[in-house]
C-alpha cells in the first residue's frame, strides 16, 4: 500500500476528482474539441507534487549517491588488501586463515592432510609424521640459505605474506584434484608448481613415482626456491635461465651428491669442450630452459648461476636487484662484474668449466 497522510486527500484521487468535475464543465459549456478544455491530470496536480523533471533529478541523484558508496566500500576493501601485501598489517589474520585451508581441501576432495608449522612455514601433508617433520626441516634449511645468499633478515625484505603455504601429497591423484578444483590447472605434466595470490603463496607437490632421480624434498626446494626468488625485492617477471638456474642451484646445495647434478656437469663439460655450448647471450635474452626436456637447458643455467655465484656471491646479489629493478641482463652484468658483456662473461664461465668439472 502507497501510504499518505492523513485527513489528507490522496494526490492520484484528488488529481481524478479534478479531472471528473472539468468533463462535467466541459460538456455544460457545449465544448466539441479536446483542445477547448485541456484535462491532462498534470496541470491539476497538487501544490507540492513533484513534477516529472524533478523525479528524474531526484532519482538520478540517488543513482550517484549509491555508487559513491559501493566506490567507497571497493576502495577500503582494496585498502585492506594492500595493506595485507606490504606485511603492515592482518598478518596474524591471515595465518589464521591459512591454517584452515589444509582442512577445507579435506573436506573437498577426501583428503588427509595434517598441518605442521614452522617459523616460515605452513606444511599440510598426508605422509607419515616422520616424513613430515623431515619436510618441515627441508623447507627451514632452505629460508636459510636463501637468507645466506640474500641477506632477507638482516635486510629485512619483505617476502611474502602470511606464512609459505605447502602442500605435498603422497598420491597423484590427490595432487591432480587438487590442481584442478583450486588452481584450474592441467597438472598432469608437472611434479609440482606454486600459486601466488595477493601476496600469498602456496606450493605443491606429490612424491615422485619409484625409480625418480628427484627425492620429494629435493623437488620441494627447487619449486620452493622459485618462490623466493618471485617474492625478493618485488614480484616482477625473471628471465628463465636466472629463475631454473638458481632453483637447481639451491636443490644441489640441499643434495650435493645428486646424480642430476653429476649428469649436468658431465653435459657442459662435454659441449664446451666441443666449443657447441649455447652462448650466453642465446641463454640470457631467449627462452632457455625451453621446457622439461631440455636437459641442455637446465644444465647451461644452473652452471651460469653456479659459476656467477662462486665469483662473488655479493655481485651477483647485486646482479639479481638489477635485474628486477628492470635494468637490462647485460647492463646489469656490467654494472655488477667489472664491465662484463655477454662475450666476456661466456668466457669466464667456459674457464670455470674447463678448470671445475673434469
Known amino acids: 500500500m502507497n501510504g499518505f497522510l492523513p485527513g489528507r486527500v490522496p494526490p492520484r484521487l484528488a488529481r481524478q476528482s479534478k479531472v471528473d468535475k472539468r468533463k462535467k464543465e466541459v460538456s455544460k459549456s457545449g465544448a466539441s474539441h479536446p483542445e477547448d478544455a485541456s484535462l491532462d491530470p498534470e496541470e491539476s496536480r497538487d501544490e507540492g507534487q513533484h513534477p516529472k523533471g524533478e523525479k528524474d533529478i531526484l532519482s538520478a541523484a540517488f543513482s550517484l549517491f549509491l555508487c559513491f558508496c559501493l566506490l567507497f566500500l571497493f576502495s577500503l576493501t582494496l585498502k585492506a588488501r594492500i595493506s595485507a601485501y606490504d ?17 577445507l581441501a579435506n573436506r573437498k576432495l577426501g583428503t588427509e592432510l595434517q598441518g605442521i ?5 605452513i606444511i599440510f601433508s598426508d605422509f607419515s609424521s616422520q616424513e613430515r617433520k623431515k619436510q618441515a626441516e627441508t623447507a627451514e634449511v632452505l629460508y636459510h640459505s636463501f637468507d645466506n645468499v640474500f641477506k632477507i633478515t638482516a635486510n629485512r625484505d619483505k ?16 595432487f591432480l584434484k587438487f590442481a584442478k578444483r583450486y588452481d584450474y590447472y592441467d597438472a598432469s605434466q608437472s611434479g609440482g608448481y606454486f600459486r601466488i595470490e595477493q601476496g600469498q603463496v602456496r606450493v605443491v607437490l606429490y ?5 625418480h632421480p628427484r ?3 629435493e623437488t620441494l626446494v627447487h619449486e620452493t626456491a622459485h618462490v623466493f626468488l618471485h617474492f625478493y625485492r618485488k614480484v616482477v617477471a625473471i628471465p628463465k635461465w636466472l629463475d631454473e638456474g638458481l632453483a637447481e642451484y639451491f636443490r644441489f646445495e640441499y643434495n650435493p651428491k645428486s646424480p642430476e647434478k653429476k649428469h649436468y656437469m658431465s653435459v657442459i663439460s662435454s659441449k664446451v669442450k666441443k666449443r657447441d655450448n649455447r652462448s650466453a647471450k642465446k641463454m640470457m635474452t631467449r627462452t632457455n630452459p625451453s621446457g622439461p ?3 641442455e637447458g637446465y644444465a647451461t643455467a644452473w652452471s651460469m648461476v653456479e659459476f656467477l655465484l662462486t665469483y662473488n656471491k655479493h655481485r651477483f646479489v647485486h646482479f639479481v636487484k638489477l635485474v628486477k629493478e628492470g635494468m637490462g641482463q647485460e647492463e646489469a652484468l656490467r654494472k655488477s662484474y667489472g ?16 678448470k671445475e668439472y673434469t
Open 87 to 103: 606485511g603492515t598489517s592482518h598478518q596474524e589474520a591471515i595465518i589464521k586463515a591459512q591454517k584452515a585451508q589444509g582442512f
Open 117 to 121: 608449522e614452522t617459523p616460515h612455514f
Open 215 to 217: 627425492s620429494i624434498e
Open 207 to 211: 612424491h615422485p613415482p619409484p625409480g
Open 293 to 295: 626436456d631440455d636437459i
Open 159 to 174: 617476502m611474502w605474506d602470511g606464512k609459505c603455504v605447502l602442500y605435498l601429497f603422497t598420491r597423484k591423484e590427490d
Open 339 to 354: 664491465g662484463w658483456n655477454y662475450r666476456k662473461f661466456e668466457a669466464a664461465w667456459r674457464d670455470y668449466v674447463t
